[in-house]
């Protein structure tokens, strides 16, 4: 008998996990449906070929998704006569490219399962008899399925968005909600001021893809904290075994305490010539379980308080991109700022945004031609809870601002199958996601970074790794007691 799972998003999780399936030939015989719009499949939003200059932002010789072959990225590449040094960061693009090759040889290698790749947006899933679902696409198609697989990744903006802080009013095309339609602009006047709610990876990005348009164009970027990521520098090596094992077992308390911990390890290891990034790179395989022992307030503390300084530590951008960065900054074209956009509106062919600035006792009024929100992954990606269930919220946005509306997920809660609490999806420790009764449904799993709610570390390619390879095997036992 073959069982039929269905794959919502089709971005690094969703090809993984289709790719890995079809690869496995030991259980029953799979029919395996991806669902996503053709432009995303195996690119999803971080691998797009819109700018070759927007680059991974781990060396590439950490990027193998290959079982057998930890050189596989490089060697892809390499096969195509594009240079790669195991230490470069290469353009997102060609990632996006060795996804689509590893997905496309899967597909050509069926063995007993059966493919099928479907153009669109689930917009429902609907129970049926049997424990089966029912995939209910914008298209007006319906797949049938026993296993659904949500990767529906990070919030990309594209569904409706409310703005209570824009009084309703419309503001046309000068607000973007969807940070790459600021890229896909026809016209930009040539002394536009762009200001990027998020200082981030994305909010770089979009400026790296904006900037050559004019050398007027004017950049802000605006995050709670006003910090930049960190830039990688050259290979650091992990901290000696012993180092590790005596730093993790220090992190036994709440955040404040695991915060002193690593910031006094930092100072040990700087004094012995270390590099800060070697302490922090450590802990990386740490951090699910030490975020598991921590109680609700623990981890609502480290939202609040911790969370932008360690991801700004955490997720790096490359050296190049830093220069760039700094120069845009020496030049006086793109400015930093640590606040909260209070409201905004329209004000002749632009925006006026009343800004709290961090620590401020008033508001200031900036003046804009576009604003671009690039809040990216909050704890709640894609799916924000109400706003009853959202304090505290995470990201920097003000709450009044932006209340993502994803038509799929605001089904799934309102139909009881999906629960959402401050931090977001609820999914339980196999990646089924948990009713709002509280049971897991048996056959719905999610993958992405959402997870982030459950494990913390959940975003980039290693990590995300390691848990579809997990809930790949969990589909497959599941598959095998059919
Ligand atoms: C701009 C950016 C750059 C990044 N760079 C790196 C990097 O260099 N290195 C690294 O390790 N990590 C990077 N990341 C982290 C990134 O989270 C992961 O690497 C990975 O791409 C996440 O994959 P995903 O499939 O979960 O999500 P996504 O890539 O967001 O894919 C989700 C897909 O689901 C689709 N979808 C959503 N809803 C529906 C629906 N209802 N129906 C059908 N389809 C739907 C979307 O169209 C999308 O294609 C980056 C992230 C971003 C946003």
Redesign the pocket.
Known sequence: MTVSIVI????????MTATWLLSDQTAKPLSIAL???SY??S?????RSDEEG?????PART?SVERDNGNGFIDYCRLRGRPAEPDDFLP?AW?GDYLAHLLKQAVENPGKHQFSQHD????ALKPVEDGRTEVH?HTGVEISADHVVL????S?G?RSITVAATGGASLDQRFLANPWDAVKLPTVPDDSHFFMCGSG??AL?VVYALHRRSEKLRFTLMSRRGLLPQHHCQSPPRLQPEARRSLLDQLTAGPRHCTTVVRKVIAEHRARGGDWREVIDSLRPAVPQIWSNWSEADRRAFVRHIAPYWDTHRHRQPASTAAFVASLRMSGRLSLMGGRIETISAHGDGLLLAIRPRAATGSRVVHASYFVNCT??GMAP?HRATASDTEPHADCIHRPIAHVC???FDQLRRDGIAKFDWAGLCVDESYRVVRVNSCTNPSLFY???ALRRRFWEA????E?LLHIERMTEIIMRQVSAH
């Open positions: 919502v998003g089709a971005g690094f999780c969703g090809t669902v996503d719009d995303s499949v690119r999803g939003i971080a691998y927007w680059l991974l932002n781990a990027l997102r990632y669109g947006y689930a917009v696409l990767a529906t990744g990070h990309d594209r990876l994305t990005d990216g992954v894609a994803d038509s799929l993958i992405g970074p975003t980039a390619v290693p995300l």
